[in-house]
């Protein structure tokens, strides 16, 4: 059980070093710009922090064994 919660936050943790990397390229950018037309709230860098950070959570999830 603890592994497991281990390898989630790692997913977690993972996903928002790759954040941070894609904002030196200004993927972040990119990303608000394409979504924004879809949402009625204003999007920020925090939210996009969040988006990706939620992606290697699911994907820290569904590739723990």
């Given at each position: 059980m603890?592994?497991?919660?281990?390898?989630?936050?790692?997913?977690?943790?993972?996903g928002l070093?790759?954040?941070?990397?894609?904002?030196?390229?200004?993927?972040?950018?990119?990303?608000?710009?394409?979504?924004?037309?879809?949402?009625?709230?204003?999007?920020?860098?925090?939210?996009?922090?969040?988006?990706?950070?939620?992606?290697?959570?699911?994907?820290?999830?569904?590739?723990?064994?």
């Open positions: 603890f592994q497991e919660v281990v390898v989630i936050l790692d997913g977690f943790v993972g070093f790759v954040a941070w990397i894609l904002t030196w390229f200004d993927v972040d950018l990119m990303v608000l710009e394409v979504i924004q037309p879809f949402i009625d709230i204003q999007l920020t860098t925090s939210h996009y922090y969040i988006l990706i950070a939620m992606i290697g959570l699911v994907g820290g999830a569904f590739g723990a064994k």
